[in-house]
């Protein structure tokens, strides 16, 4: 079993900045793809940005040239440096991890993750 534990989240203003960190632990083995989604209220899950092993990184193009996505495969870690925060980063951001490949279009996307963290709240204030 993999657990995801995430830290790093809370409250900060707009323009401010928040980094977020993930660990996995349990029967990792070596992680295909880690990263990050977010759930605001009432809106779907959506890409944050994901690392995955041979693959380009991805971002959501709401987040391109604010967020930077680092990961050490070795610890099986990924953390997520937020800067420029704006009102609308507020959501739940929650942490994934998926140990097998897959076709690069499903990489991308929540449903080919099998492991989530709990999830940590950041609120941005205007």
């Known amino acids: 079993q993999v657990q995801l534990v995430e830290s790093g989240g809370g409250l900060v203003q707009a323009g401010g900045s928040l980094t977020l960190s993930c660990t996995a632990s349990?029967?990792?083995?070596?992680?295909?793809?880690m990263g990050w989604f977010r759930q605001a209220d009432g809106k779907e899950r959506e890409l944050v940005a994901i690392s995955a092993t041979g693959r380009p990184i991805r971002y959501g193009d709401s987040v391109k040239g604010r967020f930077t996505i680092s990961r050490d495969n070795a610890k099986n870690t990924v953390s997520l440096i937020m800067n420029n925060l704006k009102p609308e980063d507020t959501a739940v951001y929650y942490c994934?991890?998926?140990?097998?490949?897959?076709?690069?279009?499903?990489?991308?996307?929540?449903?080919?993750?099998?492991?989530w963290g709990q999830g940590t709240q950041v609120t941005v204030s205007t």
């Open positions: 994934a991890a998926r140990p097998g490949r897959i076709v690069l279009s499903s990489t991308y996307t929540p449903s080919a993750y099998p492991y």
């Open positions: 349990g029967s990792t083995g070596s992680m295909y793809a």
